[in-house]
């Protein structure tokens, strides 16, 4: 729709201009909006200007025009505020009317004063908040995002000026438009995220999508992630409409890399405080001794290791020249346009070896009337920033520093670490027994850190205490056990195991490494009616997500029509991911609802959860097939395996055949599927939850407790949130090792973190935000959690069954990498002359 609508200061239409044919209409329009450039990093600007007829907009009015609102591609409406009107005199007496205008948020940030102010530790939400305030607009969405530093000063002649500095300082792109709503009235809407489409990163021939983790390694970088995601453009010379810059300046191969107080890793880089890349400078500098250097500081990292790979990083964003693609789109497929803030892999073909660099679009010229003329402008946007997730940040600053605290005391010799072995089923063997596994568990001042410990750190030996003889074979067989090491049937003797402090890693084997991203989302009170029709408005327990379907299955406590009456029952609905009710189960002494497990058997889901038995009130683990608007119970589509004590929550690791459940009591049992499905629970694992910081609801004491939710296992990991909808207790979330009981991961989800429309309750407690879900998942061999939540958002109505919400989202998550971790020794005593240098003669 090419139109162009005419306001006075009061906002009343006073014209509309077109381009088809039903109207007044308007030429030599151009609009030019910005949300970066290669040099200065995150910038917005948003201008449009036109001509028309005078007499077409004035006419029979008074009123001095004040607004224009235009129509994008997007079909978002822009308003802007007229800054000159300027009329001439053009031919047949007719006068022209040239108009020049900004989008009205700018105007109105520049006409409000003001106060300069100063943050620790600043945060996207609170610095935008503080510099829109009393703007009349409202924020729409808000991403969490940080400046990479710790303290950010915020100054400026005006609230623009204070504005465009947050978006360099915060690395943010912007969007401001204007919708009205179904009573006629105009809201003025801001979109402050780090990312105006999914942000899409590749290394020659990779392309990975930072969000899901997806990685496209099959070396044909024509290919499309998904509909939604990141695509390649293919330079070579002699395109038409295509001109690529190449700039030099901040061209680097070796970076110096400084951390939170000036911290470097010189300590573990062999005295060195840089990070180089030899083939870039062979490349780009001829090879010279030389190297392009340059200096990255981040104040928020402190680990040694992590500065470094922040380094890393870093320079593989500036071992190139920073190069800029300006593309006449009129030379493009309209279905290939890419727009404003879409990320693409750009292919040079005339760079050998062939160069893909990540390019954004940040510039872009649109003209209604020539469109021959519209251009777009991409590359890379580079910024001396880290911008660190805040659930990435939560990690450092709560368990890292501690434990990197104690780790380097252990390598310099001020503590000592106290290494435990233990065997889970005892050391005599019974008749009967086929293996006993012995576990080691290392601490410091009663911290495990053997989630610190690479396999390659474990040494285990086997000896006989009174000749000193060696077991060599049983110590080859076992020299790659890690932590945990299967006896055979009969194996006895002394056996020890020491550790090499060499392979103490500063992170911990897993590590949460992405944002937030939402898949699912439903408005509680608009959810559809069940086949039986009874409301599904209920909030979520637990959810399942089917990667392959693309549905998930959400239970819920059931009270509608068809219930029991004399146990709590359970429904669980399949939804598409648009929030569309496929179908749903009714599961009669299912419970409250909790973690369940499922998989898919011959593309039907396979539920298995803990479940009442309503002929008699025993408790059960129980499994059902899924199949549509039925209602089940045990010995009516649901198969009863082994009896519980009491209320569990069950979780199941079907690819490593463990089953989880966990108490109101904090007690966490794990044991193979196969006595499960053999009729028996027989725990092989035990911990509790209190070990890792989680305080289990305990009714006989009054103090801080822990409301816990949900669980799930991907063996050896258990992860376990908490947190109650009225927000007496800090929500969390564990992730621990079952076999050497070291604790992971702890975080504190934090609304903010999840979206910035949500309404979040350390803002005002009345508003909910209550974990339920938490699983782990895999996707093309990359891990990721989903967490699910009930939420607010804010509604037009104020009520709050309107305002009540449940979403997904998935995190990614990483395994760290030790296959590295290879311990070699020399061959013979020639080996070890050759590597000392050489013997003396």
């Known amino acids: 729709m090419r139109r162009i609508e005419l306001f006075d200061e009061r906002m009343n239409n006073v014209a509309t201009l077109t381009l088809d044919g039903n109207g ?45 609102m235009w129509q994008a591609a997007n079909s978002r409406w822009y308003l802007y505020a007229i800054q000159t009107a300027a009329t001439s005199s053009g031919t047949v007496n007719a006068n022209i009317l040239t ?108 392309t990975v999508d930072e969000q899901t983790d997806v990685v496209d390694t099959n070396g044909d970088t024509t290919n499309f992630l998904d509909s939604t995601q990141g695509r390649t453009l293919n330079y070579r010379n002699g395109l038409a409409g295509f001109t690529r810059t190449e700039d030099r300046t901040q061209l680097y191969t070796r970076l110096h890399v400084k951390g939170m107080n000036g911290a470097t890793f010189a300590d573990i880089n062999g005295g060195h405080d840089w990070v180089q890349d030899t083939n870039a400078n062979d490349l780009w500098n001829g090879g010279r001794s030389t190297y392009l250097e340059g200096t990255v500081s981040v104040d928020n990292i402190g680990q040694h290791k992590a500065i470094m790979d922040w380094g890393k990083k870093q320079l593989t964003i500036y071992n190139h020249p920073a190069f800029t693609y300006k593309i006449t789109t009129a030379y493009m497929n309209p279905e290939d346009m890419p727009e404003r803030g879409e990320t693409l892999a750009v292919v040079n073909f005339d760079v050998t070896p062939n160069l893909t660099i990540i390019a954004e679009v940040f510039a872009q010229h649109t003209s209604d009337d ?92 086997k ?26 049937s009969g194996d006895v003797g002394y056996i020890a195991c020491w550790c090499d402090d060499d392979f103490l890693k500063a992170e911990a084997e897993l590590m949460i490494t992405g944002d937030n991203v939402q898949i699912f989302n439903l408005q509680r009170r608009k959810a559809p009616n069940d086949h039986w029709g009874d409301k599904q408005s209920a909030a979520m327990q637990y959810a399942w997500y089917d990667q392959a379907n693309k549905q998930v299955i959400i239970n819920h406590t059931y009270n509608g029509s068809q219930k029991s009456g004399t146990y709590t029952d359970t429904e669980y609905c399949r939804y598409k991911l648009d929030g569309t009710l496929v179908d749903s189960m009714i599961v009669l002494g299912g ?72 108490a109101t009591s904090g007690a966490v049992e794990v044991t193979k599927l196969s006595d499960v499905q053999a009729g028996k629970w027989n725990p092989v694992y035990t911990a509790k939850v209190q070990e890792f910081g989680m305080h289990p609801t305990d009714t006989s004491v009054d103090n801080d407790t822990n409301t816990m939710q949900s669980n799930d296992i991907s063996f050896p990991y258990v992860f376990v949130n908490s947190g109650a909808s009225n927000n007496t207790d800090k929500r969390l979330l564990i992730c621990f090792n079952i076999v050497t009981h070291s604790l992971v991961f702890s975080t504190n989800p934090d609304a903010d973190q999840f979206g910035g429309r949500i309404f979040n ?81």
């Not at 201008?47 to 004040?66: E, I, Q, R, W």
């Not at 504005?163 to 204007?178: C, G, L, R, W």
């Not at 006989?464 to 090491?485: F, L, P, Q």
């Open 99 to 206: 108009i020049t205008a900004v989008n009205a948020l700018a105007y109105d940030l520049t006409m409000k004063t003001f106060t300069n102010i100063s943050y620790n530790m600043p945060t996207s939400r609170d610095t935008f908040a503080y510099c829109l305030q009393n703007s009349g607009w409202e924020v729409n969405k808000m991403d969490t995002m940080t400046t990479g530093g710790i303290k950010l000063d915020l100054s400026g002649d005006n609230a623009m000026s204070a504005f465009s500095s947050a978006v360099t300082a915060f690395n943010a792109e912007v969007d401001a438009y204007v919708e009205y709503d179904q009573y006629g009235n105009l809201h003025r809407y801001v979109d402050i995220v780090q990312h105006l489409y999914p942000y899409v990163n590749a290394s020659m021939g990779d």
């Open 591 to 662: 419970g409250h609802g909790s973690s369940f497990a499922c998989r898919l058997v011959n593309n039907v889901p396979e539920i298995w959860t803990a479940i009442k038995d309503i002929s008699n009130g025993k408790n059960y683990i129980g499994k059902f097939t899924w199949k549509a608007n039925t209602i089940v119970k045990i010995g009516s589509g649901v198969t009863k395996y082994c009896s519980t004590s009491g209320f569990r929550r069950l979780s199941v690791d079907f690819a490593n055949g463990y089953a989880l459940t966990t």
């Open 761 to 841: 309750p350390d803002d005002n407690s009345r508003y909910d935000f209550e974990p339920e879900a938490i699983g782990i998942y895999m996707n093309n061999g990359k891990p990721f959690i989903l967490q699910g939540f009930n939420y607010e958002l804010p509604d037009n109505s104020e009520s709050y069954q309107a305002r009540l919400h449940i979403g997904l989202w998935t995190t990614a998550i990483e395994f760290r990498d030790d296959s590295g971790d290879v311990k070699t020794y020399p061959e013979d005593d020639d080996e070890v002359i050759a590597q000392s240098g050489g013997e003396q003669k």
């Open 370 to 461: 020539n469109p021959a003329e519209d251009t777009i402008t991409l590359g890379e946007i580079r910024t001396l920033n880290s911008i660190t997730p805040n659930t990435v940040l939560n990690l450092e600053n709560k368990i890292n520093s501690h434990v990197m605290e104690l780790i380097q005391k252990v390598k310099d010799g001020s503590k000592s670490a106290t290494a435990v072995l233990i065997t889970p089923a005892g050391s005599v063997w019974t008749q009967g027994e086929e293996t006993k596994t012995v576990i080691m568990q290392v601490s410091v001042d009663s911290t495990n850190i053997t989630t610190y410990l690479s396999p390659a750190a474990f040494n285990w030996v």
């Open 24 to 68: 007044s209409r308007y030429w030599g329009m151009a609009r030019d909006v910005q949300i970066g450039d290669a040099d200065n990093g995150r910038q917005w600007q948003d201008t449009l200007s036109f001509s028309c007829l005078a007499d077409d907009v004035n006419g029979d009015t008074v009123s001095p025009l004040g607004y224009c």
């Open 463 to 488: 000896y006989d205490r009174v000749t000193g003889v060696h077991d060599i074979a049983w110590e080859a067989k076992h020299a790659n056990d890690g932590y945990e090491i299967t006896l055979d």
